[in-house]
């Protein structure tokens, strides 16, 4: 069965810090994935997406960027944090045409 | 954007008792789907509707879809303490593209 992995789980992190969050998938080939970020109490916003290896599309300027260095794995990165950057950062995946997204347990990042 | 909102942003109800959730969108859709997310934790698919389909049904989840309005409201019948969370109506582009839009998120809590 498919499953898809976020870490690390929480970070704390100073503002000016260097950021790289992961996400895996297992059990599936050539995903489409995600990156959102959800601020406190908000709905989510869509940061990156990506259909194939080094495949990377951009929803939202920002402080951010994404790399796919293989088929299963989806980095979020980030060489300056601003304090803006705190929130809850999501990972999810699907396949070809497919409507429903599956969706990682999360980072939860605190920018001080 | 797309971007739905949901209303009403929080709500809390009797166990047992009905919860009737709303949501709003901008523009034409190919579908719509309902997501649930317990506190601080990734988000969970529970049922997707169709533009061409009016109601649908899934256990104690009734969705309706009302494409002149733009509008779908989520029923969770005969609440248990354990559908606290929530819950978010997500939204595609009828132009193809694969990324959903969300909203901001409806919270629910179920009183034992």
């Known amino acids: 069965s498919q499953t898809i992995h976020q870490w690390p789980a929480t970070l704390v992190q100073p503002v000016g810090s260097p950021l790289s969050l992961e996400c895996t998938v297992e059990g599936t080939s050539n995903p489409n994935l995600y990156w959102y970020r959800q601020a406190a109490g908000r709905g989510l916003q869509l940061l990156f997406y990506?259909?194939?290896?080094?495949?990377i599309s951009s929803e939202v300027p920002q402080n951010l960027s994404a790399s796919r260095p293989q088929d299963r794995q989806f980095i979020l990165s980030s060489k300056k944090l601003l304090l803006s950057d705190s929130g809850f950062y999501l990972c999810a995946w699907n396949t070809g045409n497919q409507e429903t997204q599956y969706f990682g347990p999360g980072t939860r990042l605190l920018v001080l | 954007s797309q971007q739905g909102e949901e209303d009403p942003q929080a709500l809390s109800i009797q166990e047992g008792e009905n919860a009737t959730m709303n949501c709003s969108y901008k523009?034409?859709?190919?579908?719509l789907q309902w997501y649930r997310q317990n506190s601080g934790r990734g988000l969970v698919h529970l049922i997707l509707?169709?533009?061409?389909?009016r109601e649908k049904h899934s256990g104690r989840l009734r969705v309706t879809l009302d494409t002149s309005k733009k509008s779908s409201s989520l029923l969770i019948t005969a609440s248990r303490a354990a559908d606290t969370a929530s819950y978010f109506c997500a939204t595609d582009e009828a132009t193809g593209a694969n990324n959903l839009f969300f909203g901001t998120g409806t919270r629910l809590t179920v009183i034992p």
């Open positions: 523009t034409s859709i190919n579908n």
């Open positions: 509707i169709r533009s061409n389909e």
């Open positions: 990506s259909v194939g290896i080094g495949q």
